[in-house]
């Protein structure tokens, strides 16, 4: 499916926005080691654009086009960015709803508890970020004292700030938007009773893919995707 697709630079940020001009639009928030237009997003768009909808999507820091800039990509700065887009995205539609995949639904829960919003589709999300920190310091043996001491910790996965997981221990996501979650089966970063936990506590729909991963990227995976997205953007 052929859209329109604006490629855009919002406060040194790139992004593209898919479809025609609309008064309903998606923010999207890609997830870690993905990008703007990353297959997640295609679809979402094409998905939304069939509705009526236009899509938002830009890169956080050290993704995408911003790969190698100083900038980093934690929770400070990424609500700062989101805070942007959100500011453009309120001069071009009426309504605005958000997506978020993995992580970045993390940072659209940060940055938009205050906003109005329609609607949120959220893809294996992250919704304990605290919890993740600790997980990752307990898999390679980093104590909270030592991490405050240092102040970052490098691992073979991702490196551990102290400030980071002070923000996070600080600021626990408190939600309040009409919200749509799915979630696979397998997913081993957000584990499947912080999701269901999240669900129930905010009155989320929960649906879990049968063997579906964190991240979705299969065939099969994309396909369930785009068919949760067709039975879950409203017309």
Sequence with gaps: MKMKQQQLELCGIPAILWGADTERLFIAVHGDQSHKADDVIRILAEEAVKKGYG???FDLPEHGGRK???RICNVRNCVEDLGKIMKYARGLSKEI??????????????AYKGERLTQA????????????IENMMRWFDVSGE??????????????????????VAQNPVEWDKPTALLCGEKDDISEFEKVREFAERFKASLIVMEGG???????????????????????
Aim: some cysteine.
């Design 97 to 110: 709803n958000l997506f978020g995949c993995s992580v970045g639904a993390y940072f659209g829960m940060m």
């Design 68 to 70: 190698g800039e100083a």
């Design 55 to 57: 899509v938002l999507s």
């Design 121 to 132: 589709l959220f893809l294996s999300p992250v919704v304990d970020m605290k919890r993740i």
């Design 146 to 167: 030592r991490l405050e001491r240092e102040g970052e910790i490098q691992t073979p996965v991702k490196t551990l700030y102290w400030d980071y997981y002070q923000y």
């Design 213 to 235: 991963e964190h991240y979705f990227h299969t065939e099969e995976q994309l396909g369930y995707f785009r068919g949760w997205l067709e039975r879950h953007i409203e017309p």
